[in-house]
C-alpha cells in the first residue's frame, strides 16, 4: 500500500493514522455517507486541496461541532496534515487523497456540503495550461451539485489572472449565485497560510463567496463497483482466433480537462483456451488503478469484455475506455464479429479514429 512509506515516519503507528485520518474510499460504495464516517449527524465542510493543512486544522479546531473533509492529491502534504491531526488529538477532520474533482464528483454526496473551500488553486498561468485550471465550467455545476440548499462555496487566490478567470466563469454559471447578505465568518481571524504571506508582501487577495441557487437536488446514485462496464460480441470466432496477435500500448485520451491514460502490457490466455486476461493501468488525474479485463468465449458463441474482479476495480470512466479498447483489439482482429450489447459507449472498428484518442504503441 502506498500507505505505508509515509507513515513509518509518522509518531503514532502506521494502522493508527490509517484508521483515524484516512478514508479508504476505493473499498467503499460511492457517494461516501458522512454520518457513517464520522459516527454523527453534523454539518459538512469540505476543503479541496488543503496543501499543508493549516487552514483545514484550525478551522476543526474553531468548529468541533462540523464534521470536515479534506481534499488533496499530494501525499507530502497529506502527510503534513496527518502529523497536525495526530498531535492536536482531533477527531472531526477526514482525509480523502487523490484528485479534487475526481473525489468531489465520486466521492461527495449531492446536496450535502454546507461549506466548501478552494484557497489557492493552481493558476496555471500559461495560456496553454487553462485547461488544467480547477475552475471550469463544468466544474462549478459539480460544485452546485455538491453544495446543499444554503450552502456556500468560498474560492480565493492572490493570482490577478486567475482571479479574473474565477470570476468570469461564476458569472457564466446560473446555479451558483451571490449571497443575499453579509457572510458569517466561518472561523474568525483564521487565514490560510498562503494568503497570510501574500498579504505580507502587499499582495491583495481576491476572495469569491457564492451560494447554491434554488433548485433540485441531483439524485444520488450509489457506486458499488463491480461489473457495469462490459461490451458483448457475437459471431463465429473459435477460442484461437480471438488473439492472433497482442501488442502492448497506451491509449491517452482527455476527460473534462484530465488526461487519462489506457496501458495494455500482456495478454493471459486461461488453461482452456475460454478465457483471456488483459493486464491493464488506468491513469485518471490523481487515481491509478491496476486491473484485469476479461475476455470471455461463451458457449453461444458470444464474446463478454468485462473488468475481471482482480484489483477490485472502480467502474469510472477510465476503467471504460479498458473495456471500449480491449473490445477494439477483439473487434479489429475478428471483423466478422458484430456489437450485441455496450454500455463504455460506441465502437469502432479503429481505436486511432476514436474521437479524443491517441494511440502510442
Avoid at 483515524?20 to 453534523?42: M, Q, S, Y
Avoid at 496501458?263 to 493471459?268: E, H, I
Wanted: with cysteine; charged share 25%.
Amino acid at each position: 500500500m502506498i500507505y505505508l512509506a509515509g507513515y513509518l515516519m509518522s509518531h503514532t503507528p502506521v494502522s493508527n493514522n490509517i484508521l483515524n485520518f484516512i478514508v479508504p474510499w476505493l473499498d467503499k460504495d460511492w457517494p461516501l455517507n458522512p454520518a457513517e464516517l464520522f459516527g454523527r449527524e453534523a454539518p459538512l465542510a469540505v476543503e479541496i486541496g488543503f496543501g499543508n493543512g493549516h487552514f483545514l486544522q484550525e478551522a476543526a479546531q474553531a468548529r468541533p461541532d462540523w464534521s470536515f473533509i479534506g481534499i488533496e492529491k499530494s501525499w507530502a502534504c497529506v502527510k503534513r496534515l496527518i502529523r497536525r491531526l495526530d498531535e492536536s488529538a482531533l477527531t472531526n477532520v477526514l482525509v480523502l487523497e487523490g484528485e479534487g474533482r475526481f473525489l468531489l464528483e465520486k466521492t461527495i454526496r449531492p446536496g450535502t456540503v454546507d461549506r466548501m473551500f478552494i484557497h489557492h488553486p493552481d493558476p496555471w498561468p500559461r495560456p496553454v495550461h487553462h485547461s488544467r485550471r480547477i475552475v471550469q465550467a463544468d466544474f462549478l455545476e459539480l460544485v452546485a451539485d455538491r453544495l446543499a440548499s444554503d450552502g456556500l462555496v468560498r474560492l480565493a487566490t492572490d493570482h490577478a489572472a486567475l482571479a479574473e478567470w474565477i470570476s468570469e466563469h461564476l458569472d457564466g454559471c446560473d446555479r451558483l449565485v451571490p449571497p443575499a447578505g453579509k457572510v458569517e465568518d466561518f472561523a474568525p481571524g483564521l487565514v490560510t497560510r498562503w494568503a497570510a504571506k501574500a498579504e505580507k508582501r502587499g499582495i491583495s487577495i481576491r476572495r469569491f463567496d457564492r451560494v447554491r441557487a434554488p433548485g433540485p437536488v441531483p439524485e444520488t446514485e450509489v457506486n458499488k463497483g463491480g461489473g457495469m462496464a462490459n461490451v458483448t460480441l457475437k459471431g463465429p470466432a473459435g477460442p484461437r482466433e480471438l488473439f492472433p496477435e497482442f501488442k502492448g500500448g497506451a491509449f491517452t485520451h482527455s476527460n473534462h480537462g484530465v488526461e487519462v491514460v489506457v496501458r495494455f502490457s500482456r495478454l493471459f490466455r486461461q488453461a482452456d483456451e475460454s478465457s483471456w486476461l488483459i493486464e491493464a493501468m488506468v491513469l485518471e488525474g490523481g487515481l491509478t488503478q491496476h486491473l484485469g479485463v476479461s475476455v470471455i468465449l461463451r458457449e453461444d458463441g458470444e464474446v463478454l469484455i468485462k473488468p475481471h474482479a482482480l484489483g477490485h476495480p472502480r467502474p469510472t470512466w477510465g476503467v471504460k475506455a479498458a473495456v471500449r479498447h480491449a473490445a477494439w483489439l477483439v473487434l479489429r482482429q475478428n471483423p466478422e464479429l458484430e456489437i450485441v450489447r455496450t454500455t463504455v459507449g460506441p465502437l469502432v472498428r479503429n481505436p486511432e479514429h476514436d474521437e479524443g484518442s491517441t494511440l502510442n504503441q
